[in-house]
């Protein structure tokens, strides 16, 4: 008999845990993994990058991040913008114990009143390591798997009633299959407006809330 009710016992746990992790996840414009902008120093758009590089570093999962590009000033807005992020990431990991560092690949918006949503689709954890003391290079290195947007899922969820259950948690390497599925699951529920770019984008992916989930 004991067995029952400690399956219930971590029914309850369970539903208490989500709705816990639901009222601290932040809805607001100041949340980047909703609401990405980007930025002069703090974010890296890799849309100018060497096509045949970029597709090696997808596929191997390292570079150096001046071998993404060839033009000399594209180069050197990448290293200034890459120290930036580098500093943020190694701030938020020693101060508040989370990993923000991120390739974002696509980015979805929807129709709101008042707001311009911006979604990173999948995250890919990126570990950003200087190549000298100088920090006039990095090492880019990701992990293994990608995933999709948790909070980007509990926004459709929540405000839209999208059923985006079966994306959830599960490992994702395969952007145009993840944007087809979320385009499917947006139409159902009737999302306005909603849409994905393909994009790459470098930066901190994080919310005021984050360590507290």
Known sequence: MAEPAENRRAELIEAAQARWIAALTDMGGRNTLLYYKDRRASTLDLAA???????RFLRTGSVRLTRLFHDVDQRADAIRRVQTIY???R???????INAGYLAIGMA???ELFLEPAAPVLLRGLTITPTRARHDDFDLALDEESEVNPVLLHKLGTVFGADADGLAGEPNTDPATVYE??????????VPGFD???RRVIGTFTYAKLPMV
Not at 91 to 97: M, N, V, Y
């Open 87 to 89: 500093r943020k990431a």
């Open 49 to 55: 990058a060497d096509p045949q590089v970029m597709d």
């Open 181 to 190: 599925r979320l385009r499917q699951i947006a139409k159902t529920a009737d």
């Open 196 to 198: 994905i770019a393909d």
């Open 109 to 111: 918006r929807w129709d």
């Open 91 to 97: 701030e938020l990991a020693e101060e508040r114990g």
